[in-house]
């Protein structure tokens, strides 16, 4: 009678823990599906050890603009390709917004229809969440932390591949708020000659 009270008891937790960890799972996706703008000071920390710090400005669908402070780099999305510009050299490079992990993140796509759910954690006061775009080929993901009495979501860590990654952990955020579009025009701070411009 004793051991089979155990195994209840056992099997009660186990049924309890793994509820709760759904409904936070369902949690988190219900709000990356549900902002539509973001606004945030970072640190970023690079898999060198790379220190930088900046601001990013998110409007979705697809749109992005990331400044830093430390080098003259600026990262801007349209919603249909995103520019590296490099100030200092005056120079642009210009990726494809679906080769990048960080696409996960610019739209509304948050269904386990098209979202893989590779792994989940709850510890202390950590709600870790690891995420995957179905049907992609690349290694990439991406890990979204929040901080679980507060909800609030505190980093994103991408991942190229299982050893190369890129830490940012985001400070004073802001959602929902007005963003005007012009900051996301790439020809706005393209630093070419507009008879160079043709891309």
Not at 60 to 71: A, H, I, L, Q
Not at 73 to 89: F, P, V, Y
Not at 116 to 141: C, P
């Amino acid at each position: 009678m004793f051991n089979l009270r155990i195994i209840i008891l056992i099997l009660t937790i186990f049924v309890y823990k793994s509820s709760i960890a759904e409904v936070n799972e369902q949690k988190i996706l219900k709000y990356l599906q549900n902002f539509n703008s973001l606004m945030s000071d970072f640190i970023q920390v690079n898999n060198n050890g790379d220190v930088l710090s900046g601001k990013i400005s998110i409007s979705r669908p697809g749109k992005v603009r990331v400044e830093y402070n430390e080098v003259p780099l600026l990262i801007i999305s349209d919603g249909k390709k995103i520019a590296s510009i490099n100030k200092e050299l005056e120079s642009i490079t210009f990726y494809r917004i679906k080769d990048i992990p960080l696409a996960l993140l610019l739209f509304k796509n948050f269904s386990l229809d098209n979202i893989q759910i590779l792994d989940y954690s709850d510890i202390e006061n950590q709600l870790r969440i690891r995420l995957k775009e179905k049907n992609k080929m690349s290694e990439g993901f991406i890990d979204v932390l929040f901080e679980k009495n507060t909800f609030t979501l505190k980093k994103w860590i991408v991942f190229t591949n299982k050893v190369n990654k890129t830490e940012v952990l985001l400070e004073n955020i802001k959602l929902n708020v007005n963003i005007q579009n012009e900051i996301f025009q790439i020809d706005e701070s393209d630093p070419r000659h507009p008879i160079w411009r043709d891309y």
